[in-house]
């Protein structure tokens, strides 16, 4: 059963809500997807005696692993400092994370590439001031993916038979963790990856995104490489539009990842009719209110509003497209060092 008590509160967050949205497309929506393993590596944590009640907890984040830290700091007793980029946080999130008790620290980032290397550095600085202190590492640590198990158990015991699991990269928690699982009882189902231009997970060079939540600029060891068949880059017009239908054809207001995710599982549904395609929906979209769901902000961004594509543009080797673009990569579940060409 998800969430360690019916009459745990945030256990709540950890539940996705299951959603059918077409006869053979079913979303998993989180609230808080990132929770989920942020209790679980805790757990793990606290286990190994890797920190105590009342220790300090030390992570760099984008931003809902972080949130989620904070919940569970600020619940059970643990304090905690984040470190954070200014492109990367914004006002309301960050005066959220604070009235937790989180202490933020933010990063500059110019180049608007994640400022990966500097949260790292600055994180060590803290960690050394702090010898003590967990750090998460939730990029690295196995108990991420792990806790998505729970995930996959519940797919299983709703619906059965999976075809084709379907959603954004980031960690290589989520896609990894619930792919790997589910891929011991069904061999043969697909792994789809939804990535973004000029992230670093499956080969682009580093360098400025606009769509957030999803991408790296840094290779996590959580990323298996060789689970994935397929590989889309959804940019971030593309992901904004589809994050606008999903809330005003199914009323699921979500995050633009989940935008990008479900405009890759739709397409790959209308291909495959015969197929249950699942689409992991990573959180809610009250964060961007001011950004994503805003007209006056969208107005600003160059090529918006932008016109839907109906298909990925097919690619024959990695490389990066623009802001309104969508291209798709078959990977042949094969590793990141045997090359780029199909």
Known sequence: MMGSSRLDYLAGYELPRLARISPNLIVASFSLMKLLPARFMLERAVERREVVT???IVETTS???GLALALL??????????ITADSLIDLP?????????AQVQIVPDADHTGAQHTRLARLQAVRAELPQSWWPRQYDNVDNPHAYARLAELLVTEFGTIDCLVGPVGSGGSMCGTGTFLRMLFPEMRAIAVDTHRSVLFGHVAGPRLLRGLGNSILPRNLDHTIFDEVHWVGALQAFGATHRLYREHGIFAGPTSGAAILVAGWYARQHPHQLTVAILPDEGYRYQNTVYNEAWLSTLPGWPVPQVARPEELQRVEPYDEGSWTRLNWRRRSLETGSVD
């Not at 700091?73 to 984040?82: D, F, N, Q, T």
């Not at 999130?93 to 008790?101: C, T, V």
């Open 73 to 82: 700091a600020a619940v059970k007793g643990y304090r905690l400092s984040l």
């Open 54 to 56: 009342g220790g300090h």
């Open 63 to 65: 931003g809902t692993f």
């Open 93 to 101: 999130l960050q005066q959220r994370l604070s009235a937790l008790g």
